[in-house]
């Protein structure tokens, strides 16, 4: 074999790599690249040129990202729902016109960031990949302070010492929070990790706002986040378990009712 072979296989070997990577996480810098492929950045720049050239990708500062509408669905595991749609636009008409505001990961939180107006003129800080992908495609007049650190997969988020050092130089007037799970006793994250960032948010905000779906009450998970009292006020559908209702109140924790969000 050629050298010309040998160099055409390592090409076409490299950007398989990085269109494997771009579609997991959705935007790849050049420099990362650079690195984890042990080739020059020149080299990098001449593999994105090629792969825009071809449609799989678009070029962007810095690296390159999946064109609009590449992608599947940013939850493919969890079904969109209208519950999602009608809880995340009660929660986005208590956003500010120029609110900072802090958006959490997972599908709910996901669906409140598509809620927000086109015209929000505000700062979004998040930790969630699909909310880095959503906003940066439609950025208008928002500002977005993207999170970087350990991607956690199965929630599409970063995590992890490198997230939570980034936060710590932030303030938000609202962090939206979407855990997994929610009892009477506090709210939950599936790993500590996760846990940890959520936390974090908490902590730079004025005020934290819970948005959930009916699923959050009946499912269970391994990691407490805070307390209820913690919370400033939830955003839920029309049935929220007694208990957690009567928690709630005793933590004089606003309650936000939407009608029809059960389904």
């Not at 420099?31 to 090629?50: C, Q, W």
């Not at 994250?189 to 779906?213: G, K, N, Y």
């Amino acid at each position: 074999m050629s050298d010309v072979d040998l160099r055409y296989e390592a090409a076409a070997e490299r950007r398989a790599r990085i269109l494997s990577t771009l579609r997991a996480v959705g935007f790849v810098s050049i420099a990362e690249l650079a690195r984890e492929l042990r080739v020059s950045h020149m080299t990098i720049r001449r593999d994105l040129h090629t792969l825009e050239g071809t449609g799989d990708l678009r070029l962007v500062h810095g690296g390159a990202s999946l064109n609009p509408g590449a992608r599947g669905a940013a939850f493919p595991d969890e079904a969109h729902t209208k519950a999602q749609e009608r809880v995340a636009g009660r929660a986005a008409s208590l956003v500010g016109a120029t609110d900072t505001i802090a958006i959490d990961a997972g599908p709910t939180a996901y669906a409140l960031a598509r809620a927000l107006p086109e015209d929000f003129g505000g700062c979004v800080i998040t930790h969630s990949m699909p909310v880095i992908q959503l906003l940066a495609e439609r950025m208008g007049a928002t500002r977005l302070v993207a999170l970087g650190g350990e991607l956690l997969g199965d929630r599409r988020a970063f995590v992890g010492p490198t997230t939570e050092a980034a936060v710590d130089q932030l303030r938000a007037r609202t962090f939206f929070v979407s855990p997994f799970a929610v009892d009477s006793r506090g709210t939950y994250a599936r790993s500590p990790a996760e846990a940890s960032v959520e936390r974090r948010l908490m902590e730079i905000a004025d005020e934290v706002v819970l948005i959930s779906t009916p699923e959050a009450f009946t499912r269970s998970a391994p990691a407490r986040v805070a307390p209820l009292d913690r919370l400033t006020a939830l955003v839920a559908g029309p049935w929220v378990p007694p208990d957690v209702a009567t928690a709630l109140k005793r933590a004089a924790v606003t309650l936000y009712v939407v009608p029809g969000a059960d389904c």
